[in-house]
């Protein structure tokens, strides 16, 4: 990967607090020159650049003050593992948009509980003048809850390196996140069909077809998948395996089943062991969007609905089938990667659950057997 080392960045006078604790500040020195030099955060400028993350996210971070910015940087890369490090640069990007339209003067290292429970609330409702996707839409409780949990990280993070006297994330209540999971999940038919475009593909576009079965069959995170190398496909214990990190940083292995594996072995024939498993037809490694391609171009051949149809659609699916069929939540958990079963079980609603649900009973009671 090429450095992003720009010639100059100017950053603006250091607000901060001066001497919190009443002894000399370490600054922190993340040895970089740009956030956009921390791996996996490489600024994407236009499109097929090679970016992995959005430009001006990179320019929010790095238009800060030196010291705020050295304290961003360096908990950025304290992050062990690229998927923390993107949602962390967007989480931080989001707020410092809001921060600058309705606190303007207030630094980032000056924020307290009351400007972090206004944020909460703004977000929360939409009615925020600035970090929200989409203007005057208000954001899910489970995003909310994972921004301030990145920004209660940040202060934490600053906490530890001396440079702000407590953490003023710390007593902001979360929202309550629903149990339920809220994306939807496509019918066995639909997944099966899936599956059977990715055959159907498999000679036009190789890399689209093993893709679409990585993500119907073996349930693996859009980013999980984006990240694999052909050395990551191995022979273990009789079994055909990918070796991958998970979200979190956890290095896994999971088995390929013999039809997978069909569709993933032309991307392995004579080629190097550190090359990415995906890659475009131009050579440029897959991202999530062309992660969305794929499964659309194999929806179309099995004449599935591609309307919505994500990789994300594509693992609660295959999440929800799983436990549908009656495999136990733990084996389902595993397959998932979910560090707790609690977050497996949102995905325990498929047909079964909803066809005895009680209120079909309730309907039968009142109705008279109707």
């Known amino acids: 990967m090429t450095e992003i080392i720009p010639t100059a960045i100017h950053r603006p006078a250091d607000v901060v607090p001066a001497d919190p604790f009443g002894t000399t500040v370490a600054i ?4 970089v020159a740009t956030v956009g030099n921390i791996a996996g955060l490489r600024p994407r400028r236009a499109r097929g650049d090679g970016g992995e993350v959005p430009g001006a996210d990179v320019d929010a971070v790095d238009a800060l003050p030196h010291t705020e910015w050295s304290i961003v940087a360096a908990w950025l890369k304290a992050g062990k593992a690229v998927t923390t490090r993107r949602a962390r640069l967007a989480d931080t990007a989001a707020f ?8 303007p003067g207030v630094g980032l290292l000056q924020v307290s509980e009351d400007h972090l429970t206004h944020y909460r609330d703004g977000i929360g409702t939409g009615t925020a003048s600035a970090g929200l996707a989409r203007p005057g839409v208000p954001l899910a409780p489970a995003t909310v809850a994972r921004r301030l949990s990145s920004l209660s990280s940040l202060y934490g ?3 530890r390196r001396r440079l702000i006297a407590v953490n003023p994330a710390d007593p902001v209540e979360r929202p309550e996140v629903s149990t339920v ?3 939807p999940a496509r019918t066995v038919e639909e997944a099966t069909a899936l599956v059977d475009g990715a055959e159907t593909i498999a000679a036009a576009y190789p890399a689209d077809a093993a893709a679409v079965a990585l993500l119907s069959v073996c349930a693996v995170r859009v980013g999980e998948l984006v990240a694999l190398t052909v050395g990551s496909v191995a022979a273990d214990a009789g079994h055909t395996v990918i070796l991958f990190r998970r979200k979190g940083g956890k290095t896994d292995r ?3 089943p013999p039809r997978v594996r069909a569709l993933l072995q032309p991307l392995l024939d004579d080629r190097s062991q550190g090359e990415p498993l995906f890659v475009r037809e ?8 062309r992660m969305t391609t794929a499964l659309r171009r ?9 309307t919505k149809l994500t990789p994300h659609t594509a693992r609660a699916t295959a999440a929800t089938a799983a436990l549908d069929a009656g495999v136990p939540l733990a084996d389902v958990q595993e397959l998932l990667g979910h560090a707790s079963p609690v977050t497996t079980q949102r995905y325990n609603r498929g047909r079964r659950k909803l066809d005895s649900h009680a209120a079909y009973r309730m309907a039968s009671i009142l109705g008279g057997g109707a």
């Open 181 to 183: 999971g809220t994306t």
């Open 282 to 289: 131009d050579g440029r490694p897959f991202d999530r969007w």
């Open 254 to 256: 999971m088995p390929i």
């Open 157 to 159: 993070y600053a906490l």
């Open 298 to 306: 194999a929806a179309t051949a099995a004449g599935v609905d591609h």
């Open 28 to 31: 922190p020195a993340p040895m």
């Open 96 to 103: 410092l948009r809001w921060l600058e339209a309705e606190l």
